[in-house]
Nanobody, 121 residues
């Protein structure tokens, strides 16, 4: 069984920073892309940042230059460093990963439960 556990959210003032972490555990054969999505109340879930196993990244335009996604393949972990936070960054942040479990022949999409980020002005 595979699961993602995301953490690191909290409440900060505008201009502050947070670092989110997400660890994949269980019977994992391989992990491809990992990343972060966010969902604010009343809004659709949106991509924040993704990173391939090889380290290539892509970001939402709204976070470019402020957020950095990274990963530790040995630890099955993905991080999101969020700097210069703005009130509009307030949302639940969910970890996502494309994982092939040892019991599967295909790669499946897994989600963390989410960690809440609140940015006050």
């Amino acid at each position: 069984q595979v699961r993602l556990v995301d953490s690191g959210g909290g409440s900060v003032q505008a201009g502050g920073f947070l670092r989110l972490s997400c660890v994949a555990s269980g019977s994992i054969f391989s992990i491809n892309d990992m990343g972060w999505y966010r969902q604010a109340p009343g809004k659709q879930r949106e991509l924040v940042a993704r990173i391939t196993r090889g380290g290539s990244t892509n970001y939402a335009d709204s976070v470019k230059g402020r957020f950095t996604v990274s990963r530790d393949n040995a630890e099955n972990t993905v991080y999101l460093q969020m700097n210069s936070l703005k009130p509009e960054d307030t949302a639940a942040y969910l970890c996502n990963a494309a994982i092939r479990a040892t019991s599967d022949y295909v790669t499946k999409n897994y989600w963390g439960k989410g960690t809440l980020v609140t940015v006050s002005s």
